[in-house]
């Protein structure tokens, strides 16, 4: 079997792996959360941990969200699906309430927008899910949030969903710069960008006119369009007149089995000049004593009269 259709089965057999997100997730009562959230038992199971779905476009199905009030008062909640994304601290968070959806929290549609659970009892809240025709194949994650209206506490469950299609993973470096400090120190600066259509992690590599940068962390899962700012110094550097800084991604796909597929690397380079002043010094001492002696010697002819000429 051609390498490029085993690549491509690998890659339509990968799911989304497990994601930890900012929002807290189906956690138990407490202080800051006094109510628990889970998804309801029907026919996609019971004590499902998160919602999983595989759906064509134009697709539908029905499901639901368990409320459960522990208290001796009547909770009062907000209800609203969000589509997800990588925050700046690397981790997975779900959009603000007042952020317009556009994929997952886009196609929820939930039966209530606010509920009121009694103290002590639960409450289901049924959703759909509704595909639009046009809707891209590749993979998807989003979330349906509880909070008390106005309330800083969110709960919520996560939402992977795998459109279907063909599923083609790719990353790409944006922006790389180099720059040198001087000290042999250099900094490269880069932005990866999940090109895709598939949840990636980026395996980085980075080096400086053949000096390699110390050992980089991989990069967070970054989902179909997010980007991720790089800087990475590099120590050792030589000035050579130009630096060349070279930066290799491995994207990373992860699947449903935590399974790590490491698929066809990327590069990009980039460059900057660096004038390696200890042979240019003697150089420019040179030159300005020349300059000197030339001036001190055009001053000197300028003062010295001249000769009366005998007629």
């Known amino acids: 079997m051609p390498p490029a259709t085993i690549a491509r089965r690998l890659v339509a057999s990968a799911l989304l792996a497990a994601l930890g997100l900012a929002v807290p997730w189906a956690t138990p009562a407490s202080a800051d959360t006094p109510w628990t959230v889970r998804t309801a038992a029907n026919d996609f199971g019971s004590d499902r941990p998160n919602y999983r779905y595989t759906l064509d476009p134009g697709g539908r199905l029905t499901d639901g969200l368990v409320i459960t009030n522990p208290g001796t008062a009547p909770l009062h909640l907000s209800v609203y699906a969000a589509d997800a994304f990588t925050a700046q601290d690397g ?31 639960t409450t289901e809240v049924p959703f759909t899910l509704t595909l639009p025709q046009d809707a891209a194949p ?45 000290g042999g120190d250099a900094t490269v600066t880069y932005t990866i ?40 110094p590099v120590h050792g550097v030589h000035p050579m007149l130009r630096l060349t800084g070279t930066i290799e991604l491995v994207p990373l796909l992860t699947d449903a089995a935590n399974s790590v597929a490491p698929l066809t690397a990327v590069k990009a380079t980039a460059a900057a000049w660096a004038v390696p002043w200890w042979p240019v010094l003697p150089l420019v001492a040179v030159i300005g004593v020349a300059v000197w002696t030339w001036g001190n010697k055009k001053r000197q002819a300028e003062r010295t009269p001249l000769a009366t000429l005998n007629v």
């Open 193 to 232: 960008h999940n090109t895709g259509n598939t949840a990636l992690t980026a395996r980085q590599t980075v080096t400086v006119s053949g000096v390699r940068a110390d050992p980089i962390g991989d990069s967070p899962q970054l989902l179909p369009g997010d980007t991720w700012k790089v800087s990475v």
């Open 138 to 182: 590749g993979e998807y994650l989003g979330g349906i949030v509880t909070s008390p209206p106005g309330g800083a506490e969110r709960l919520g469950i996560r939402i992977r969903l795998r459109v279907g299609g063909a599923l083609e993973p790719g990353l790409s470096v944006r922006d790389p710069q180099v720059t040198y400090a001087g």
């Open 91 to 121: 981790r997975l968070d779900l959009r603000a309430q007042n952020s317009r959806p556009t994929a997952v929290g886009a196609w929820v549609h939930l039966a209530t927008a606010d509920v009121t659970v009694p103290p002590g009892e």
